[in-house]
């Protein structure tokens, strides 16, 4: 294998770092969800207690309360067992707590309810490639962008999940979408674009993503896998 081979396969581990990494609300925010802007007609049978009790367990979320807000979501279950956001909440909550195969349960019970929701078919499809259930996870994400074209969100796990399956150019074809849709920086989407064009052979290009991402988020989650991916490429790239 040359260096370069063997250069890219040490630096897999952020790759699949990013591509586990548990899924990203709406706006960024932690308790808001992605399909929101979409009514389901399953969703206008809701009691409005039960709406009430995820709205809190959002809010909890928010403010990094998870055990609380699970007990919310828990109660709006209670309350209305068919219930599918409240499913999918649960479902994202164990996503978070890398527990993807308790969260593959909750999101498939929303599906089983709402089969139409976009935002359960991105739960779903979110959990799939946690799960590197890629094919998978781009049926669901699929059906769910239909309903609801404009979602960033959507797109961004489309890429992650085209650049699991080693289709570098259709995942960067979703980053294109996916930052022109945000309504404000999610710098991650570099990363995913920087191993893109890493698996592309555009070294160059690789630079200039990993270093957004670290002038924006230095401190970021990603932020030692990314510093050392990017001194790894400068030192191969130099000896050119």
Known sequence: ????????????????????????????????????????????????????????????????????????????????????????????LDLLEHKPEEALDQVEKAVQIDPNSPQCLYELGTTYVVLRRYDDALRALQTSLRSAPNLWEIHYEMSKAYLGKGDFAAALRQTDNALALAPTPYFPVHLIRAHALLGLKQYT????????????????????????????????????
Do not use: W
Not at 67 to 75: D, E, H, N, S, V
Not at 222 to 228: G, I, Q, V, Y
């Open 1 to 92: 294998m040359s260096p370069r081979g063997v250069f890219i396969v040490a630096c897999s581990f952020l790759c699949c770092s990013i591509i586990s990494a548990p899924a990203q609300r709406r706006n960024s925010g932690p308790g808001s969800r992605a399909g929101e802007d979409t009514v389901s007609l399953a969703n206008l049978t809701v009691p409005g207690k039960a709406k009430s009790q995820l709205d809190k367990a959002q809010n909890l979320l928010d403010r990094q309360k998870t055990p609380a807000a699970r007990a919310a979501a828990l109660k709006a279950i209670q309350i209305y067992p068919e219930y599918a956001e409240a499913h999918g909440f649960l479902g994202m």
């Open 205 to 240: 290009q690789a630079v200039a993503e990993l270093e957004v991402y670290l002038k924006r988020q230095p401190r970021g989650e990603f932020a030692p896998e990314a510093r050392e991916t990017l001194n790894r490429v400068k030192v191969l790239t130099a000896q050119e």
